[in-house]
């Protein structure tokens, strides 16, 4: 169980999966989060305002960006909702 193949797939990580592979997926994640674009360039050893970080290392998929805008879509939807109430106690 010593062996990097093994490590790996009790992680549940892909076998043939690379250092810049988790480090995007680390990347990806962090900036997902929202961490301080600053303070993820600091992480992973990039020099603040570096292009190689987003160009190489942040990775967002559909599923991130989806779920980044749901958030937004509630937002709007909560805002929607506010003014048909303010509305609706206007006309009384």
Request: aromatic share 8%.
């Amino acid at each position: 169980m010593n062996d990097k193949y093994s490590l790996f797939k009790l992680a549940g990580i892909d076998p043939e999966a690379t250092f810049h592979t988790l480090r995007a997926a680390s990347a990806t994640n962090r900036d997902a989060a929202g961490q301080d674009f600053d303070a993820l360039e600091d992480k992973l050893g990039d020099a603040k305002g570096c292009t190689i970080t987003r160009k190489h290392y942040i990775r967002l998929d559909d599923r991130q960006v989806i779920d980044a805008s749901a958030v937004y879509n509630e937002y709007l939807e909560r805002l929607r909702s506010e003014s048909i109430l303010n509305a609706e106690i206007v006309d009384r």
